[in-house]
């Protein structure tokens, strides 16, 4: 029923592999919603997920998800909103030795 109404939704998930092995992905708001959904997604064995959100026990969820589908990924919880907790959390990405890929900036408060 999916491919009937939604047939530009189906992932050739070997392409997605090929084209994201090595690469490391930053994703913001990964704790719920379309954030968590990419998380779990792009859970593969040759892609390092960063996963940044407020909720630092939901955070953790997602990670031990995905790498319980042979994904890896490392969280940090930052509150994107102040400025404060931004430049930390710069500071930490500055420590990553192969820097950031590809970023999703999907944080935002719903309504």
């Given at each position: 029923m999916d491919l009937l109404f939604f047939p530009l939704l189906r992932v050739n998930q070997r392409k997605l592999q090929r084209l994201l092995a090595?690469?490391?992905?930053?994703?913001?708001?990964?704790?719920?919603?379309?954030?968590?959904?990419?998380?779990?997604?792009l859970?593969?064995?040759?892609?390092?997920?960063?996963?940044?959100?407020?909720?630092?026990?939901?955070?953790?969820?997602?990670?031990a998800q995905?790498?319980?589908?042979g994904g890896q990924a490392d969280v940090f919880p930052c509150d994107l909103r102040q400025p404060a907790e931004v430049e930390a959390f710069l500071?930490?990405?500055?420590?990553?030795p192969n820097g950031i890929d590809i970023l999703v900036n999907n944080a935002g408060e719903s309504v």
């Open positions: 090595g690469k490391t992905v930053l994703i913001t708001g990964a704790s719920y919603g379309i954030g968590e959904c990419l998380a779990l997604r859970a593969l064995p040759t892609t390092r997920l960063i996963l940044v959100a407020r909720t630092e026990e939901k955070l953790l969820t997602v990670q995905v790498e319980a589908r500071e930490q990405l500055l420590q990553l």
